[in-house]
C-alpha cells in the first residue's frame, strides 16, 4: 500500500505501536511529512492513533474494523513491495536503512534497561498456549530452572561450610539435622529472592500499570518463575527422597500445586502478577527458618526467638492473609480478565467457539472456572479429610488448618462470582436453585472459617463439587454437537456414580459421623450449631432432587442407544 510517494508498512505500524506504548506524549509529535501521511490516509492523525491504540488495549472504537484490515493490508502490501523491488534491483536508501536501524537499536536498549522485553510487551508477541515461543522465550526458561537447580546446589554447600565456621553445635548435630539446616539455607534464599523480585515487579515497577493486566510479562518474570520451579523441584526431591524427615504430605501438595500454577503462567504468559502476588508470601519463610535455627540452637530463651515471633506473627498475617484478601479482591474486580483466559483457549481448541451466541460463549466461560474451581475444592478436601491426620485426633469439630482456611477463602470468592453472574444474566446460567444453593454454601464456609468450628464437614460438603467437571463435560458436549459420541455416554455414566458416591453416599456418611460425635456438635456456638442442623439437610434434599434428574436423563439416553443399535440392526 502506498501514501504518497512512500511506503507505509508493518515496520512503520510496528514503530507507531511501540511508541504508543513506552511514550504516549510523543504521538503529538509525529514529523511533518508523517503526520501528512497520516492526514492524507484518515483525514486526520487523532483519530488513527486513538484506535490504532484502542485496539492494542483489546477495546473495538468506532471504526476498529477498518484500522485492523488497513493494518493488514500494510503488512500484505509491505511484502508485494518488497517483492517487486527485489525483482527490478533496486536497493532501500542506505542513510534511511541506518537511520531505521538506530532507532530500534535505541528503543530496544530503552526497553531492556526498564526491565520488559520488547518481545513480551504485546500478548499477540507471545506464543500463548500454542507454545509459539520466540528463540529467546525458549531458552530462558529452561535456562532459570537449571539456574535454580544449581543455586539450591550452591547456597546448600555455603550453608553447610559458613554453618561449621560461625555455629560450634554445628558438627555436633545429627546427619539428618545437618541435611535439614542445609536444606533450610537455600529455601530462606530463595525466598528473599522471590520476595524481592515479586515486590518490585508489582509494586515499583509499571509493569502492571496498564488496564489490561491479565497478559503483562516480561522476562524478569519469567526468569523468576524458572528459578522457583528448579527450586521447588529441588526441594520436592529432598522431602521425597528424606521423607517424612523434612516435611509431610502437606508439603508435597504445597510444592506441587505451586510448580504447577507457575508452570502454567510460564507457558501461557498469563496471570503473571497473580503468581508473583503468591510467591511474594515466601517472605516468611526466613522468619519460620530462623525459629527453626534457633530452637536446634538452644536459643529458645533468647530475646531474638521471641522478636522473630512476633516478626513471623506479623508478616504472616500480612503476606499470607491480608495479601491473600487483596489478591481475591483484585481477582474479582478483573474478573473480565481471568474470565478471558477460558475464552482465548476455548478459541483455539474448539473450531465452533467462535460461531457460539454471546450468551453461550458466557455461560462456555463461566463452567470453564467453576470446573477448575471444583477439580481444586475436591483434590484438597480429599487430602486433608483422608490422606492427611488432620481430622484423626479424637476432638475433631475444633480441628483446622492453613489449607482450609485457604480453600474457604478461595471457595468464597468463587461462590460470590458466580452467584453475581447468575444474578446479572438471570436466569440463563441458573435458576433459584442455584441462588438457593450458592447462599447456603457461602453462609457454611463464612461460619466456619470465621469461627474455626466443624472444618471437617464443610470439606465434606465441598469434596461434592468433584462431580461438577462431569456435569459441564456434559454440556459441553450437547453444545459442540457430540451427543451421539461415545464420550457422551461414558460421561453420562461417570456423572451418574459420581453424584450417587459423592452426594448420596457422602451424605449419608456425613450425617452417620456427625450423629457419632454429636456430643462435640454440641459444643459449637448456638448459631453454628442450629446451621449445621439444617444446611446440610437442605443441600441434600437438593442434591437428591438432582440425582433423580439425572439417573432418568441416563435411562432416556439408554434408551435412545438401545433403539437406534435395534433400527440399524434392523437394517
Not at 536444606?183 to 515497577?205: D, E, K, M
Not at 515471633?309 to 479482591?329: H, K, N
Not at 438471570?426 to 447462599?439: A, C, D, I, R, V
Amino acid at each position: 500500500m502506498r501514501c504518497g510517494t512512500r511506503t507505509l508498512g508493518s515496520t512503520h505500524v510496528a514503530d507507531l505501536q511501540l511508541r504508543i506504548q513506552r511514550r504516549p506524549a510523543e504521538c503529538t509529535r509525529i514529523k511533518p511529512r508523517r503526520r501528512r501521511r497520516w492526514n492524507i490516509e484518515y483525514g486526520g492523525e487523532q483519530t488513527r492513533v486513538t484506535a490504532v491504540q484502542q485496539i492494542r488495549e483489546g477495546i473495538e472504537p468506532n471504526g476498529a474494523s477498518r484500522v485492523r484490515s488497513r493494518l493488514t493490508r500494510w503488512s500484505q502490501a509491505e511484502g508485494a513491495e518488497g517483492s517487486s523491488r527485489a525483482g527490478r534491483g533496486r536497493k532501500p536508501n542506505p542513510r534511511e536503512a541506518q537511520a531505521q536501524k538506530q532507532k530500534r537499536t535505541t528503543r530496544r536498549d530503552a526497553t531492556t534497561a526498564a526491565g520488559h522485553s520488547p518481545s513480551q510487551s504485546h500478548p499477540a508477541d507471545r506464543g500463548g498456549m500454542d507454545g509459539n515461543f520466540g528463540s529467546e522465550e525458549r531458552i530462558l526458561w529452561p535456562a532459570s530452572v537449571l539456574a535454580g537447580i544449581a543455586m539450591c546446589a550452591a547456597v546448600y554447600d555455603i550453608t553447610q561450610k559458613v554453618s561449621s565456621h560461625c555455629f560450634k553445635g554445628y558438627d555436633n548435630l545429627s546427619p539428618m539435622k545437618k541435611v535439614e539446616w542445609n536444606n533450610r539455607g537455600f529455601s530462606t534464599f530463595h525466598a528473599l529472592v522471590a520476595a524481592v523480585v515479586s515486590f518490585y515487579l508489582v509494586v515499583i515497577s509499571d509493569l502492571f500499570h496498564s488496564n489490561i493486566i491479565i497478559d503483562r510479562n516480561s522476562w524478569l518474570s519469567d526468569a523468576m518463575f524458572g528459578v522457583s520451579i528448579g527450586y521447588f523441584l529441588t526441594d520436592l526431591v529432598m522431602i521425597l527422597w528424606y521423607f517424612p524427615s523434612l516435611g509431610g504430605k502437606e508439603y508435597l501438595l504445597h510444592h506441587g500445586l505451586s510448580m504447577y500454577a507457575i508452570c502454567l503462567a510460564l507457558l501461557s504468559g498469563k496471570a503473571h502478577m497473580y503468581i508473583l502476588m503468591v510467591l511474594f508470601t515466601e517472605a516468611t519463610t526466613p522468619f519460620v527458618n530462623l525459629r527453626w535455627y534457633l530452637e536446634v540452637a538452644g536459643k529458645k530463651t533468647h530475646n531474638l526467638y521471641l522478636y522473630n515471633g512476633l516478626a513471623l506473627f506479623v508478616g504472616w498475617l500480612v503476606a499470607r492473609v491480608i495479601l491473600f484478601i487483596y489478591f481475591f479482591t483484585h481477582m474479582y474486580f478483573h474478573f473480565d480478565q481471568v474470565y478471558d483466559i477460558t475464552q482465548k483457549v476455548s478459541s483455539h481448541c474448539f473450531k465452533g467457539y467462535d460461531n457460539l451466541s454471546p450468551m453461550k460463549k458466557v455461560e462456555w466461560n463461566n463452567r470453564g472456572f467453576s470446573t477448575f474451581h471444583a477439580l481444586v475444592a475436591a483434590v484438597v478436601s480429599f487430602y486433608l479429610v483422608v490422606i492427611s491426620d488432620l481430622f484423626h485426633s479424637n476432638i475433631i469439630i475444633d480441628r483446622n488448618s492453613w489449607l482450609s482456611d485457604a480453600m474457604f477463602g478461595v471457595s468464597i470468592g468463587y461462590f460470590l462470582t458466580d452467584l453475581v453472574m447468575i444474578l446479572w444474566y438471570f436466569p440463563s446460567l441458573g435458576g433459584k436453585e442455584y441462588l438457593l444453593h450458592h447462599g447456603l454454601s457461602m453462609y457454611a464456609i463464612c461460619l466456619a472459617l470465621l469461627s474455626g468450628k466443624a472444618h471437617m464437614y464443610i470439606l465434606m460438603v465441598l469434596f461434592t463439587e468433584a462431580t461438577t467437571p462431569f456435569v459441564n463435560l456434559r454440556w459441553y458436549l450437547e453444545v459442540a454437537g457430540k451427543k451421539t459420541h461415545n464420550l457422551y455416554l461414558y460421561n453420562g455414566l461417570a456423572l451418574f456414580v459420581g453424584w450417587l458416591v459423592a452426594r448420596v453416599i457422602l451424605f449419608i456418611y456425613f450425617f452417620t459421623h456427625m450423629y457419632f460425635h454429636f456430643d462435640q456438635v454440641k459444643s459449637i456456638f448456638p448459631l453454628g450449631f442450629y446451621s449445621i442442623l439444617t444446611v446440610p439437610p437442605a443441600l441434600a434434599v437438593m442434591n437428591l432432587f438432582w440425582f433423580w434428574k439425572i439417573f432418568k436423563g441416563m435411562l432416556k439416553t439408554l434408551s435412545k442407544r438401545r433403539q437406534q443399535s435395534e433400527n440399524g440392526k434392523a437394517e
